[in-house]
């Protein structure tokens, strides 16, 4: 049985870039990691793959940032890329978070977005970039309330 989802997992080109954005930035705290991890090559199903992973925590939210030391592959990511994924951090005050993040830097592609009817009235919800391009959202659900389900 699926009890929960314990990580997410995203590449990143620079380790030391990655952490100033994700601890830095976003505030994530280091749980574990930075060295070398050993077979991973036969883990991912890569031939030759070395490289590093660090855990983070983001809320309650953890994220694996891996950095591929060997091979080094270079591909420009579009939210509309096959196989990407967005990483979506609820949180209680978008307007302070979007303020808070942009004297850190952030740019936000636009927004905020709020649905003001339907099953997803109260949701307000902003897109970003990090560094690497990888696309992640801030997500308040204000007045929210998840539907009754039907048995």
């Known amino acids: 049985m699926i009890i929960g ?10 380790m030391e870039k990655a952490l100033e954005f994700y601890r830095d930035v976003l505030g994530g705290e280091v749980l574990y990691g930075g060295g070398p991890d050993a077979g991973m090559d036969d883990m991912v199903n890569v031939p030759n793959a ?17 950095e591929y030391l060997r091979p080094k592959i270079k591909q420009e990511l579009s939210a509309a890329t096959i196989g990407t994924i967005h990483l979506c951090f609820e949180v209680d005050d ?8 942009k004297k850190k830097g952030v740019k936000f592609n636009a927004g905020p977005n709020m649905i003001t009817e339907g099953e997803k009235k109260g949701f307000i919800w902003v897109y ?7 696309q992640l959202e801030l997500l308040e659900k204000r007045g929210f309330v998840y539907p009754r389900r039907k048995k």
């Not at 070395?50 to 891996?66: F, M, S």
């Not at 970003?128 to 990888?134: I, K, T, V």
């Open 5 to 14: 989802c314990q990580h997410a997992g995203i590449i990143v080109s620079n």
């Open 50 to 66: 070395e490289g590093k992973t660090v855990h983070l925590r983001i809320g309650n939210c953890e994220i694996e940032l891996v």
């Open 94 to 101: 978008i307007d302070y978070e979007m303020d808070r993040l």
């Open 128 to 134: 970003f970039n990090s560094p690497d391009g990888h």
